[in-house]
């Protein structure tokens, strides 16, 4: 669940952006080993919150523990509507691109409407019940695993491409802090799937041993696996190629370069099967967390409801709902940036919980201790924190409007917390 989380659309997409933004190969292949050392510092800080607090809901239940009921709410709040939400329509928005470089006579309908096709198939398969879901996910999960490690050995194996790409940059001035965070928010976009598997850890068996080793193993594999992909790109074509417009299909460019246009045809069923996975894994994780709230009575009752087979469906189709209200309202770029801002934060927030409960539940039971603590959740918290600051002063607008979404949350607290104590003064 984790790898199919995270190898979505981005590393497919992204890199694009990075090329027409910054210029310089190796500065673009230094920020996602970045990325990559960031993720897997948040995996090893995660994996010590799932392991001793085992519940479904993820930051939800960490930062409810630590800072109180109001941000568990918020963190709540903005997976639904940032954190799942406008991840899950930017990635089903990039395989409706793909869908059409493969398909070129679904020029027509358009890449917004083939993504909401994808939405809606994917939240009949997961309303359908846990077992075949799941069942689903790992079979989808292991073909687009095997797919992308192929297209990358025939990438280099083909001989056509060329390393000194590499050394080759555009006339593009210098990356300042802003610009390299931008492009950071790009990479741990591609990442943000890594700490997917802490909203399931009520329902994995003995979290406290297969938690850490699935985060933090997958999070390294998923890091070396993008470092080749992007080689490959640069092994394919020089920046100022990947950086031409269309900028955002930069995996079906390399391919065409390198394996020809039938090949590359085959390179693009297979982007967008695991784009596909991706999309079903974030629309499977998301409800847990909406399901937790429920059942602690923060968000109303009728979204912890499940099926005969234990499928949070009202949940599901919520989730789904608000989808594709943001696929129909945003680019895949400004979707991109309007969920990493918000991310960031909370996920720096989440991370925080570990030096908090550390000094504030001392007693508390931890199958697995972050080491060496406190330095890597406080490098994780800074790193975010920075990036944050420096992609709003950059993209003021998605920003602004991911910030404005999350303090929309603080009223639909008041107001259902005064419900509920309503309903318990009268008996309700």
């Known amino acids: 669940m984790l790898v199919s989380n995270a190898v979505g659309s981005g590393i497919f997409t992204t890199t694009g952006f990075q090329a027409r933004d910054l210029g310089d190969p190796r500065l673009i292949i230094a920020l996602w080993a970045i990325g990559g050392a960031l993720a897997v510092a948040g995996a090893m800080s995660y994996a010590e919150l799932g392991a001793a607090l085992p519940r479904v809901g993820g930051e939800y239940v960490y930062l409810r523990r630590s800072f109180g009921p109001l941000w568990g709410f918020l963190s709540g709040w903005t997976s639904f509507t940032i954190g799942f939400g406008a991840a899950i329509a930017a990635t089903a928005v990039g395989f409706g691109h793909y869908l059409i470089a493969l398909f070129p006579s679904l020029a027509s309908t358009g890449p917004a409407a083939l993504a909401l096709a994808l939405v809606w198939m994917l939240t009949g398969v997961h309303t359908l019940g846990v077992e075949r879901g799941g069942s689903f996910q790992r079979w989808i999960t292991v073909l687009k695993i095997a797919g992308i490690g192929l297209l990358v050995l025939a990438a280099f194996a ?40 802490g909203y399931i850890a009520g329902e994995i068996r003995d979290p406290g041993r297969s938690l850490p080793r699935a985060m933090i193993g997958g999070t390294v594999f998923i890091t070396l696996l993008y470092i080749a992909v992007n080689l490959a790109y640069f092994y394919a074509l020089p920046v100022d190629a990947l950086a031409a417009d269309p900028v955002l299909p930069v995996a079906e460019k390399a391919a065409r370069a390198l394996l020809g246009d039938v090949a590359a045809a085959a390179v693009v069923t297979v982007l967008c099967l695991s784009i596909a996975a991706a999309t079903s894994s974030m629309i499977w994780a998301g409800p847990r967390v909406y399901w937790a709230m429920a059942d602690d009575g923060v968000a109303p009752l009728w979204l912890g409801r499940t099926t005969r087979s234990d499928a949070p469906a009202p949940a599901t189709v919520a989730q789904s709902v608000w989808i594709s209200f943001l696929i129909l309202s945003g680019t895949f770029e400004q979707l991109v940036i309007y969920s990493g801002v918000a991310l960031s934060l909370f996920s720096a927030a989440a991370v925080g919980s570990v030096i908090v409960l550390r000094h504030r539940e001392p007693q508390l039971l931890r199958p697995y201790r972050v080491a060496p603590y406190p330095w890597v959740p406080l490098a994780y918290v800074t790193v975010s924190l920075w990036i944050a600051l420096h992609a709003t002063l950059e993209r003021p607008l998605e920003a602004l409007a991911s910030l404005a979404t999350v303090a929309a949350g603080v009223p639909f607290y008041v107001v259902w917390t005064r419900y509920i104590r309503m309903g318990a003064v009268h008996g309700r």
């Open 158 to 197: 083909s001989g056509r491409g060329d390393l000194g790409h590499l050394a080759q940059r555009t006339t593009t001035p210098g990356a300042g802090f802003g610009t390299a965070a931008v492009a950071l928010v790009f990479v741990l976009y591609s990442f943000s799937g890594w700490n997917a598997a």
